[in-house]
C-alpha cells in the first residue's frame, strides 16, 4: 500500500499553496539537503511533466529550495527561500525540461559543494506524500517517512550480512530493504528503513566493514 | 489493515464501534505510537485547520496573484443578512471551506486534507456543522480520523492527485471524506457513511483539473465551495437512509479508471479545460507576462 498512515491523509500542516506541487517539492529538496548533509554552493533543479508546466504559480521552484535550506513542509521562511538562499550565498539554479518522465510531477536535484556532488530525483505522488526513486544513478524507492540508512558499498558477498549483524546486534529491526547495483561487481546501494533514529556510532561501526564506502542516513 | 471501504466498515460494524474508532487503532498498531500522541497529533492539526478558517472569513486574504480572496468574508455578510436562499448551515460550511482555500492561495499555513487544492472541504463541513452539531473536541477529532479512513481507501486504491487523476481525486475524494465523516458525526452508522461517501463522489465523477495559470485558486476555490455543499446534501441523503446503487468501492474504482484515461491536458498541466480559455490565457498572460501555451 503506497498510503500507511492517517497523516498522509489529513496532513501534512504546510504553506499552501499545492500538497504536491509545494508541500512534496519541500519534501524532495529536503531529503536531499539530508543525504547531502551539509549546505551546498549550488543547487541545480530540474523540473519535469506537470512541475515544468506550473512550477511559478504553485512555489514549487521556493518550496524545493526551502528543502535544500533544510525548511519543513509548515515552516513560513519557505515562502522567502529565493532570498534565503542567495544571501546563503547557495546558487541555485533551475531547469525546466521536456522529457517525458513515468511520473508527471518529477524533479531531479543535483547539490554540489567543491568536488563533492549528489543527485537525487523525486516524485510527488500526491497529498505532500513524495518517493525518490534515483540517487547517484542508482535506482530506488525511498519515502523519506521513515529513518533509513543508505549504504553504498562495492557489490560483493558478504556485505549485505555483515551490515545486517551490526544492525541486529544493536537490535534494531529492518522494516524494509532494498539494494540496487549498476553493474555486477562495481558500486551497489542498499536502502535500508528502520523503526527507529540510527546514532552516528551505529554507522561509524557500518562504515568501518569491509567493502562499505559511505553510510548517511534519513531521520525521522 | 483494511483495504476497501467494505472492510473498514465490517470492521467498524462487527465490533460496534465508529469508522474513526477503525483509523485511530489502525494508526496506533502500524506507527507503534501510543494513542495519545495519535490523538494530540491530529488534535495540531485541528488547530490549523480552525485558524486558516478564522483567518479566511475575518481577514481579506488575498492571493499574491490577485485572482483569489475575500469571497468567504462575503458570504459570512450573506448570511449575517438572513436573506440567503439555501440554508445558513450550508452557507456557512461553504464559507468556510472557501476560507481555507483561500488562505492556501495565499501561501498561508493549512492542514493538506487530502491535499491542499481540497483543503476546504473537510474543515469547512465539519465548522459549519460546529454550531448545528456541538461536538466535543474529541468527536472533531474523530470526524477527522473518519474522513481520513476514506481518504486512505481512496489514496491506496485510486489516487488522490489531481496530477494522475484530475479533480475528481482531489476535491471528488474530498467531499467524499466529508460527506462519509459527517455522518458519523451526526449519528449515523458506518453502512451510511459509506453511502454518503459513494453519493458524494458519484457526483463528481469525471471533474477534471484545470487551473487558471496552473494556479491552486481558479477554479479550486469554487470548487471547495460546491463540493462542502455536495458533501452536506449527501450526507443528509444517506442518514435519510437513501444507498447507492453503485457501491463506495466501485465508484472509487470507477473514480480511478477515468483519471487514467483523462487526457494529460486535464490533469494539472494548465493546458486545457478552463485554463485554456481565452480570460483564462488572458490571466495567465497578465500575471506571468507570457501564456504558458506559447512556450
Redesign the interface.
Known amino acids: 500500500?503506497?498510503?500507511?498512515?492517517?497523516?498522509?491523509?489529513?496532513?501534512?500542516?504546510?504553506?499552501?499553496?499545492?500538497?504536491?506541487?509545494?508541500?512534496g517539492a519541500a519534501r524532495i529538496g529536503r531529503v536531499a539537503r539530508t543525504l547531502f548533509a551539509e549546505k551546498p554552493d549550488r543547487a541545480d533543479i530540474y523540473f519535469y511533466?506537470?512541475f515544468a508546466?506550473?512550477y511559478?504559480?504553485?512555489?514549487t521552484d521556493v518550496a524545493i529550495v526551502g528543502g535544500i535550506l533544510d525548511f519543513d513542509t509548515?515552516d513560513?521562511r519557505i515562502?522567502n527561500a529565493l532570498t534565503i538562499a542567495k544571501e546563503e550565498k547557495i546558487d541555485i539554479h533551475f531547469h525546466e525540461e521536456e522529457a517525458l518522465t513515468d511520473?508527471?510531477?518529477t524533479a531531479k536535484v543535483v547539490l554540489t559543494k567543491g568536488e563533492v556532488t549528489i543527485e537525487l530525483v523525486g516524485i510527488?505522488?500526491?497529498?505532500?506524500k513524495i518517493e525518490i526513486i534515483e540517487l547517484n544513478g542508482f535506482k530506488l524507492k525511498l519515502s523519506g517517512n521513515h529513518p533509513a540508512i543508505l549504504v553504498v558499498h562495492n557489490d560483493r558477498y558478504g556485505v549485505i550480512a555483515g551490515v545486517s549483524n551490526v544492525l541486529a546486534k544493536h537490535e534494531i529491526n529492518i522494516g524494509h530493504m532494498e539494494v540496487s547495483r549498476k553493474e555486477k561487481g562495481k558500486e551497489a546501494l542498499m536502502v535500508i528503513e528502520v523503526?527507529q533514529n540510527v546514532p552516528n556510532t551505529i554507522l561509524k561501526e557500518l562504515e568501518s566493514l569491509p567493502n562499505i564506502v559511505k553510510v548517511t542516513k534519513i531521520h525521522d | 489493515?483494511f483495504?476497501n471501504v467494505a472492510e473498514l466498515v465490517e470492521l467498524a460494524e462487527s465490533q460496534d464501534i465508529p469508522i474513526s474508532e477503525v483509523?485511530i487503532r489502525?494508526?496506533v498498531e502500524?506507527?507503534?505510537k501510543s494513542r495519545e500522541v495519535v490523538m494530540n497529533?491530529?488534535r495540531?492539526?485541528l488547530k490549523?485547520m480552525r485558524a486558516a478558517v478564522e483567518r479566511g472569513i475575518s481577514e481579506n486574504v488575498r492571493?499574491v496573484?490577485g485572482l483569489t480572496g475575500g469571497d468567504a468574508v462575503k458570504l459570512q455578510e450573506y448570511i449575517k443578512k438572513g436573506n440567503f436562499l439555501s440554508s445558513d448551515v450550508l452557507l456557512d460550511a461553504v464559507s468556510k471551506a472557501v476560507a481555507t482555500n483561500e488562505?492556501?492561495?495565499?501561501?498561508?499555513?493549512?492542514?493538506?486534507?487530502?491535499?491542499?487544492?481540497a483543503?476546504g472541504v473537510?474543515p469547512g463541513v465539519l465548522f459549519g456543522l460546529e454550531a448545528k452539531l456541538n461536538p466535543t473536541e474529541d468527536e472533531m477529532i474523530g470526524y477527522?480520523?473518519a474522513?481520513?479512513?476514506f481518504?486512505?481507501v481512496v489514496?491506496?486504491n485510486a489516487?488522490?492527485?489531481?496530477?494522475?487523476g484530475g479533480c475528481q481525486?482531489e476535491v471528488g475524494s474530498a467531499t467524499g471524506?466529508a460527506a462519509a465523516a459527517l455522518v458519523e458525526l451526526a449519528g449515523g452508522t458506518p453502512s451510511q457513511s459509506a453511502e454518503a461517501m459513494a453519493i458524494a463522489l458519484k457526483n463528481m465523477l469525471g471533474l477534471v483539473c484545470d487551473?487558471v495559470?496552473?494556479?491552486?485558486?481558479v477554479p479550486c476555490v469554487k470548487r471547495n465551495a460546491m463540493g462542502a455543499s455536495n458533501a452536506v446534501v449527501a450526507a443528509d441523503m444517506a442518514l435519510a437512509g437513501i444507498t447507492s446503487r453503485i457501491p463506495c468501492d466501485e465508484v472509487i474504482d470507477a473514480m480511478y479508471k477515468i483519471g487514467q484515461t483523462m487526457p494529460?491536458a486535464l490533469?494539472?498541466?494548465?493546458?486545457g479545460g478552463l485554463a485554456a480559455t481565452p480570460t483564462g490565457r488572458e490571466l495567465e498572460a497578465k500575471?506571468?507576462g507570457v501564456s504558458?501555451d506559447k512556450k
Open positions: 500500500m503506497k498510503y500507511r498512515t492517517v497523516f498522509d491523509i489529513i496532513g501534512p500542516i504546510m504553506i499552501g499553496p499545492s500538497s504536491s506541487h509545494t508541500a511533466g506537470s508546466k506550473t511559478r504559480g504553485h512555489g509548515f513560513s515562502t511520473h508527471p510531477n510527488s505522488i500526491g497529498g505532500g523503526d | 489493515m483495504r483509523m489502525q494508526e502500524v506507527s507503534g497529533q491530529m495540531e492539526n490549523v492571493s496573484s488562505v492556501n492561495a495565499a501561501m498561508g499555513t493549512i492542514c493538506a486534507t487530502p491535499t491542499a487544492g483543503a473537510v477527522l480520523f474522513s481520513g479512513a481518504g486512505f489514496a491506496n489516487s488522490i492527485s489531481g496530477a494522475a481525486a471524506m487551473p495559470a496552473g494556479l491552486v485558486e494529460e490533469r494539472e498541466t494548465a493546458q500575471i506571468f504558458l
